[in-house]
T-cell receptor, first 116, second 111 residues
Framework: DAGVIQSPRHEVTEMGQEVTLRCKPISGHNSLFWYRQTMMRGLELLIYFNNNVPIDDSGMPEDRFSAKMPNASFSTLKIQPSEPRDSAVYFC??????????????FGPGTRLTVT | GQQVMQIPQYQHVQEGEDFTTYCNSS?????IQWYKQRPGGHPVFLIQLVKSGEVKKQKRLTFQFGEAKKNSSLHITATQTTDVGTYFC???????????FGKGTRLSVIA
């Protein structure tokens, strides 16, 4: 298996622009997680899906952030409009099992976002 | 809400020395997981502990889960340069809650 795939790997954009991050989970996994990592705040869970349904989005910082999972093999995280404080590495992770929270998470390589 | 604290934040050791990182939760955990992130990489799952007092070993790595299921530790014996990276614990409280990651311990190994 190719593992969790994220694109783009690097994104540099100007403040105010829309940014879309993409994730393809491991085939057969039914849970998907979006994280943001910064030096100051560490690894933060933004939102997670189970069977394509958003379960908890309480970690989404504000209305500028939105996430979708239209099918089992694809998810997007959108930031509109982007701000310099959104600069971070964004990870997507997937997991399997009906009691998904007990299973290990497989992380993608991440997208390094820089907003100038 | 649930918080997971890790200490130390950084640790520099000479190659061959031992290393330990500690993880403490503000609430009782149903399980705890450990991940390793190499510089420039992504977190990679190492192990999961579920039972009170559980101890698991992976070669030079020893993982413990406290009796009260509120703390955990990772001990590396005789560190090697390949051990360099950030080690994260991630705990989950009972109920339908997601994993909460600690901020990690960054390990540097000097050859």
């Amino acid at each position: 298996d190719a593992g969790v795939i994220q694109s783009p790997r690097h994104e540099v954009t100007e403040m105010g622009q829309e940014v879309t991050l993409r994730c393809k989970p491991i085939s057969g996994h039914n849970s998907l997680f979006w994280y943001r990592q910064t030096m100051m705040r560490g690894l933060e869970l933004l939102i997670y899906f189970n069977n394509n349904v958003p379960i908890d989005d309480s970690g989404m910082p504000e209305d500028r952030f939105s996430a979708k999972m239209p099918n089992a093999s694809f998810s997007t995280l959108k930031i509109q409009p982007s701000e310099p404080r959104d600069s971070a590495v964004y990870f997507c992770a997937s997991s399997s099992g009906t009691r998904f929270l007990y299973y290990e998470q497989y992380f993608g390589p991440g997208t390094r976002l820089t907003v100038t | 809400g649930q918080q997971v604290m890790q200490i130390p934040q950084y640790q520099h050791v000479q190659e061959g020395e031992d290393f330990t990182t500690y993880c403490n939760s503000s609430t009782t955990l149903s399980n705890i997981q450990w991940y390793k992130q190499r510089p420039g990489g992504h977190p990679v799952f190492l192990i999961q502990l579920v039972k009170s007092g559980e101890v698991k070993k992976q070669k030079r790595l020893t993982f413990q889960f406290g009796e009260a299921k509120k703390n955990s530790s990772l001990h590396i014996t005789a560190t090697q340069t390949t051990d360099v990276g950030t080690y994260f614990c991630a705990g989950r409280s009972a109920g339908n809650t997601p994993l909460v990651f600690g901020k990690g311990t960054r390990l540097s190994v000097i050859a």
